[in-house]
């Protein structure tokens, strides 16, 4: 079994910045792809970025790609979503989630484990 915790989400000023980072245990850490997710009320479960396991290859939705940033440090076992130019748009709750697999993976289905999710506010 995986654990995930996110935590770093909280209320900002548009413009402003956030790091989401996501604690994982229970598992070899480095065997496993990850991916951010968000959600919004009344909305389904959106893709964000995932990474590959060693942190290589990433991707990113079009909606934040160059101004989010997922890395990944399998030392700490934990991986991070820098959010920089942050607008009310982006107001949700953020899942980490965790995939057993070489690849990024952009489909929620895909993932094995999630976490609790960390709300993210964005006034204007």
């Known amino acids: 079994q995986v654990q995930l915790v996110e935590s770093g989400g909280g209320l900002v000023q548009a413009g402003g910045s956030l790091r989401l980072s996501c604690a994982v245990s229970?598992?070899?850490?480095?065997?496993?792809?990850m991916g951010w997710f968000r959600q919004a009320p009344g909305k389904e479960r959106e893709f964000v970025a995932a990474i590959n396991r060693i942190g290589i290859n990433k991707y990113y939705a079009d909606s934040v790609a160059g101004l989010f940033t997922i890395s990944r440090d399998n030392a700490k076992n934990t991986v991070y979503l820098q959010m920089n130019s942050l607008k009310p748009e982006d107001t949700a709750v953020y899942y980490c989630a965790a995939k057993y697999g070489p690849s990024t993976y952009r489909r929620t289905y895909e993932y094995d484990y999630w976490g609790q999710g960390t709300q993210v506010t964005v006034s204007s």
């Open positions: 229970g598992r070899t850490f480095s065997s496993y792809a």
